[in-house]
């Protein structure tokens, strides 16, 4: 199982872009997934989760701007970043727990980052 991000790019303050996330390999399912960034020299911080059935709550710092959505179907997650400001410049990670067998728990895995680059 692989996660691929896209999505990333440079950006004006006030911008937006809408980041990707897939899964794929062999898939049964997928629990919750989650969108990470990190900033230079600081540990990532979960900005964004939603739950199978798309429930879905990000976290203050980006709340009113950022919103994370599913596509089931597509095994795919979203990030969409509307009103960047150059504070949201990082790493953009994505992370789901996904079954990999019809018993068992989710297995958690990471995505390979996205770098988003707000100027000012």
């Known amino acids: 199982v692989q996660l691929q991000a896209s999505g990333g790019g440079l950006v004006r303050t006030g911008g937006s872009l809408r980041l990707s996330c897939v899964a794929s390999?062999?898939?049964?399912?997928?629990?919750?997934m989650h969108w990470y960034r990190q900033f230079p020299g600081k540990q990532r911080d979960l900005i964004a989760t939603?739950?199978?059935?798309?429930?879905?709550t990000v976290a203050h710092s980006v709340e009113g701007r950022f919103t994370i959505s599913r596509d089931n179907a597509k095994n795919t997650v979203y990030l969409q970043m509307n009103n960047l400001n150059p504070e949201d410049t990082a790493v953009y990670y994505c992370?789901?727990?996904?079954?990999?067998?019809?018993?068992?728990?989710?297995?958690?895995?990471w995505g390979q980052g996205t770098q988003v680059t707000v100027s000012s």
């Open positions: 992370n789901a727990n996904i079954f990999g067998s019809r018993v068992g728990r989710p297995t958690n895995y």
């Open positions: 939603i739950s199978e059935t798309g429930m879905a």
């Open positions: 390999g062999t898939i049964f399912g997928i629990d919750t």
